[in-house]
Nanobody, 124 residues
Framework: QVQLEESGGGLVQAGGSLRLSCVAS????????MGWFRQAPGKEREFVAAISWGGGNTAYGDSVKGRFTISRDSTKNTVYLQMNSLNPEDTAVYYC?????????????????WGQGTQVTVSS
C-alpha cells in the first residue's frame, strides 16, 4: 500500500504560478510511475503529467505543455508539479497518482493509488 498526500493548492490570479507537491508514504520501495490528474466540476478526470521512476521520462497533457513541469525527488518520495502561466481553465482539483505496473500513464484507470486532491482556483 502507498499513501499519497498532495499540498500546495490555493487561489491564484491568471498568469500566476503554483507548485504542487505529493508525498508518498508506506510501501515506497517499489518503482512507481507518478502522475498528476485534474478534475473540474462536471468534467472527467484529465491527465496532466506523469514521470517515470528515475525521472528520465515525462509526459504532459496537451493543455499544459510548455506551462507545467513535473519533477520528482526520490530521496524524499516526493513529486512536484510546477504550474506557470495559469489561466481560469486550469481551475480544478488536482490529484496525485501512483502505480508500479503502468502501461498507459495517461489513463486514470491504470493507477492503483490516489491522493485526496488539492484545489487549485485561478481567478481572471
Amino acid at each position: 500500500q502507498v499513501q499519497l498526500e498532495e499540498s500546495g493548492g490555493g487561489l491564484v490570479q491568471a498568469g500566476g504560478s503554483l507548485r504542487l507537491s505529493c508525498v508518498a508514504s508506506g510501501r515506497t520501495s517499489s518503482r512507481y510511475v507518478m502522475g498528476w490528474f485534474r478534475q473540474a466540476p462536471g468534467k472527467e478526470r484529465e491527465f496532466v503529467a506523469a514521470i517515470s521512476w528515475g525521472g528520465g521520462n515525462t509526459a504532459y497533457g496537451d493543455s499544459v505543455k510548455g506551462r507545467f513541469t513535473i519533477s520528482r525527488d526520490s530521496t524524499k518520495n516526493t513529486v512536484y508539479l510546477q504550474m506557470n502561466s495559469l489561466n481560469p481553465e486550469d481551475t480544478a482539483v488536482y490529484y496525485c497518482a501512483a502505480d508500479a505496473n503502468l502501461q498507459r500513464p495517461t489513463v486514470p484507470g491504470e493507477y492503483d493509488y490516489w491522493g485526496q486532491g488539492t484545489q487549485v482556483t485561478v481567478s481572471s
